[in-house]
T-cell receptor, first 114, second 114 residues
Framework: DGGITQSPKYLFRKEGQNVTLSCEQNLNHDAMYWYRQDPGQGLRLIYYSQIVNDFQKGDIAEGYSVSREKKESFPLTVTSAQKNPTAFYLC?????????????FGQGTRLTVV | AQSVTQLDSHVSVSEGTPVLLRCNYSSSYSPSLFWYVQHPNKGLQLLLKYTSAATLVKGINGFEAEFKKSETSFHLTKPSAHMSDAAEYFCVVSVRSGYQKVTFGTGTKLQVIP
């Protein structure tokens, strides 16, 4: 089955630690995205990538970093510089061309700072 | 610039009665519009999409939405609510202007009362 896999589902981080969230897709999509979801705020874009080895900051990139070394993979690192990292993180992918640009989402990773 | 406004943060209906979730958008370009559903601690699933074809769009699970350009609206409806419809719903606008810009609404939580 084609889809997007995020791991782990739940993640706990101590203050001052970096953590990396995994996102893998086998849909052959060029574009991949990371969103952060907080109650009552919808989804906010952290980073996106439309091609391998290239990525752009979204609306709330501070304290986060990404890489796109392979088309299938778009890991997100939450660094110690992110002051309020506790949230639900969603990864998505989509095709780039045309108007049919629906995004396919993973099941999310819930990150909690302890 | 583009934006999405979901007019109700919470909607409560009785099982078997109609559902109406309201969404208004603004966009400088011709948009594609989507509705996604999210069950607790899950990723987002596409319900339906409008991409400049028929203005009345039918989706999964009996949902449909009508694109009204004059009213800049894309309201989601269902004739008869089911208990399994209880979830959070997101309206999304997507515009291609050089790169793909996707904007999420803040979500509407649907409660279905037995």
């Amino acid at each position: 089955d084609g889809g997007i896999t995020q791991s782990p589902k739940y993640l706990f981080r101590k203050e001052g630690q970096n953590v990396t969230l995994s996102c893998e897709q086998n849909l052959n999509h060029d574009a991949m995205y990371w969103y952060r979801q907080d109650p009552g705020q919808g989804l906010r874009l952290i980073y996106y990538s439309q091609i391998v080895n290239d990525f752009q900051k979204g609306d709330i990139a501070e304290g986060y970093s990404v890489s796109r070394e392979k088309k299938e993979s778009f890991p997100l690192t939450v660094t110690s510089a992110q002051k309020n990292p506790t949230a639900f993180y969603l990864c998505a992918s989509s095709i780039v061309s045309g108007r049919n640009t629906e995004a396919f989402f993973g099941q999310g990773t819930r990150l909690t700072v302890v | 610039a583009q934006s999405v406004t979901q007019l109700d943060s919470h909607v409560s209906v009785s099982e078997g009665t109609p559902v109406l979730l309201r969404c208004n958008y603004s966009s400088s370009y011709s948009p594609s519009l989507f509705w996604y559903v999210q069950h607790p601690n899950k990723g987002l699933q596409l319900l339906l999409k409008y991409t400049s074809a028929a203005t009345l769009v039918k989706g999964i699970n009996g949902f449909e939405a009508e694109f009204k350009k004059s009213e800049t609206s894309f309201h989601l409806t269902k004739p008869s609510a089911h208990m399994s419809d209880a979830a959070e719903y997101f309206c999304v606008v997507s515009v291609r202007s050089g790169y793909q810009k996707v904007t999420f609404g803040t979500g509407t939580k649907l409660q279905v009362i037995p």
